[in-house]
């Protein structure tokens, strides 16, 4: 296997770029083998969920950031959305004809209130907000977005899940006919991923709709996507089709693939390296610097957000529950 070479070099000489590169052949190999996924799973028996939670208020003090933002032109040209090819300027190219209206949402499962719905009436009531998050890649490469969006706590309120509603579950759109990546049999289409309840309902946690003020494009999960800053990026799921209250932890796509590499929590977490590069540093993307030469900075526990999340972890072994 060529992972191999990649993994005698020092994770600490590892571009992100050859990381990507390297999960991305990850996704051919494994395509090969159906069972691989199957093996391992670390998520069989989950933790009970923490009885302390983080107040509204504690959590609103630490939105925002003053951090340079990242420019528009490489939020939306350097992206991750493999529904459109896996190389980093794919999706901004073949995203456009993504028909992003009319879109609806099936929500099911563990609620007193389920239904098919379209987007408007989803969010209708809901006070849009700006959210500058910093948007931690499992590859090594970071971003600083302004977001706009509603948070997801609200929306999912309005469905009464039922006390037997212990996670989240969340579906992208599989569309053959629109996104051309769905010929690889790569991921198991359709892209899922899912939260644990009380995540969902953190005033963290956005259903984003746009960003820089503008509609979100296509690339970036166009029209409705989760943003999920204190977790790695691939759990911010995009363009989704179905939510889903389910009572056991829902099987995810990236976790189904490899999931001694990509746990179900996927918290951004320095001291836990992946199992091929290292975690402790970043490339972040932002300000007028081509994102060629951004430079590494500390990546933070829960990328910055440890003030308004660890306290949903305590107790739990986070090199464990990865
Ligand atoms: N449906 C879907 N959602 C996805 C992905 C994907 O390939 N398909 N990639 C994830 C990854 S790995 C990252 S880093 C972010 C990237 O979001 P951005 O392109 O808006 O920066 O989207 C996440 N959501
Ligand atoms: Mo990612």
Known sequence: MRLRNLSRIPASEITDEAVYRDRRRLLGMLAATPLLGLSGCAEAEPPPPPKTRVSVAQARAGFGTDEELTRYEDITSYNNFYEFGTNKDDPSRAAKT???????????????????????????????????????????????????????????????????AKYVAFTTLADPKQM?????????????????????????????????????????????????????????????????FTERMPKTAWNELQPSEYGFFSNVNPAVDHPRWSQKTERRIAGTKSKLFAGRIPTLPFNGYADQVASLYAGMDLRKWY
């Open 180 to 244: 051309p990546g769905l010929r690889y049999r790569s991921i198991d289409w359709p892209y899922r991923e899912g939260l644990r309840i009380d995540e969902a309902m953190h005033p963290l946690t956005l259903l984003a709709t746009g960003l820089y003020g503008k509609a979100l494009p296509q690339q970036n999960g166009a029209p409705l996507r989760l943003v999920v800053p204190w977790k790695y990026g691939f759990k911010s799921i995009k363009s989704i089709v179905a939510i889903r």
């Open 98 to 164: 993504l028909r992003t209206s009319p879109w609806s949402v099936v929500v099911d499962g563990e609620c007193a209130k389920p239904g098919t719905i379209g987007l408007e009436d989803l969010l209708r009531g809901i006070a849009a907000e700006e959210r500058v998050y910093r948007l931690r890649c499992v590859e090594g490469w970071s971003m600083v977005i302004p977001w706009t969006g509603v948070p997801l706590g609200e929306v999912l309120k309005r469905f009464e899940p039922t006390s037997k």
